[in-house]
């Protein structure tokens, strides 16, 4: 499986571990944070599960000087933490259709030069006027494969979405499919 090896770059155990996902939650829910579920942020989305998003990228293998796009960046954690594994000479744009979300998340990832949040644009699916990106993480259910996202990797990008309630990892070659079943907020 992709993102196995972990040799001489932050894990994403060291990842999610320096990125404390209170400081991203609504303070209504931040006592739940050590909590392994999914958490109400506002607006019909969620918070994912730790142990969900630590599978989901994994998968993803992120490499330092990626360039990330986060579709459904939401509280803006699993920017920070992509941020994280990007590392300084990489960058991280988080797409969200919540202009509140983006606002709390933005501000949440101040002193993180190399993230950025942004409202998605109506109409459109991802970014993909700021492509090619090495790697999509997509933090929504959806039941087929949006080729919007597929036409914004680079040639040998991928991107990692809930297919149909299983964590799927899609490159321009083919898919991979993690075990395991999952439920998420649907794509819109």
């Excluded at 599960?49 to 796009?69: C, E, K, N």
């Excluded at 190399?114 to 990106?133: I, K």
Aim: some cysteine; charged content about 25%; aromatic content about 4%.
């Amino acid at each position: 499986m992709a993102g196995d090896s972990e040799r001489g770059r932050e894990s994403v155990d060291e990842a999610m571990a320096g990125t404390p996902r209170a400081d991203f939650l609504p303070r209504s829910v931040r006592r739940s944070a050590g909590q392994d579920r999914a958490l109400q942020i506002g607006h019909g989305s969620t918070c994912s599960q730790p142990s969900t998003l630590a599978a989901m990228l994994r998968l993803l293998d992120v490499r330092p000087g990626h360039r990330v796009l986060d579709v459904g960046s939401g509280s803006g954690w699993s920017t920070a933490i992509l941020a994280r594994l990007v590392g300084p000479e990489g960058w991280v744009l988080g797409v969200e259709l919540e202009q509140e979300l983006v606002e709390r998340s933005g501000k949440a990832l101040e002193g993180m030069p190399t993230a950025q949040v942004r409202v998605a644009a109506p109409g459109s699916l991802g970014s993909p006027e700021d492509g090619p990106f090495d790697r999509i993480l997509v933090s929504a259910g959806t039941n087929q494969v949006p080729q919007e996202l597929v036409d914004q990797l680079t040639p040998d990008g991928a991107l990692v979405l809930p297919l149909a309630g299983r964590l799927v990892r899609v490159t321009r070659d083919g898919r991979e499919t993690a075990p395991g079943h999952y439920q998420f907020v649907p794509l819109r």
